[in-house]
């Protein structure tokens, strides 16, 4: 059933917030090494030498860097384990969308 135009521009008309913040998360996720950051967080929960060990994209303060950005953005929370300080994504949503992205773009191995 297709939408009528004053329908679809009453949407419009209210989505200012929508646009925001998913141009906000799209603009975070168009730097490669907050991507993989992002996606290796997609898998669970992990500390700053994990996320260099395993994305291997260059110094920790590098990797320090774009998890502070990321953590200002209101994408990551962080909490204190020890000596150690763990990240995760703040929003479940995210994981999910990052998931489909992995899922749709992937390339398919013969």
């Not at 997609?42 to 994209?57: K, L, P, R, W, Y």
Request: glycine letters at 4%; hydrophobic letters at 40%.
């Amino acid at each position: 059933m297709s939408r009528s135009l004053e329908e679809i521009k009453q949407r419009f008309a209210n989505n200012e917030e929508v646009c925001r913040r998913v141009i906000g998360i799209f603009s975070l996720m168009s730097n490669k090494t907050r991507f993989r950051i992002l996606c290796m967080l997609a898998e669970g929960d992990f500390c700053v030498n994990e996320i260099v060990d395993t994305i291997q994209m260059g110094k920790v303060s590098n990797i320090s860097q774009q998890l502070r950005i990321l953590t200002l953005a209101g994408v990551l929370e962080k909490r204190r384990e020890k000596q150690h300080i763990i990240y995760r994504l703040s929003e479940p949503k995210l994981a999910m969308l990052i998931k489909y992205l992995e899922t749709e773009f992937a390339e398919e191995t013969v």
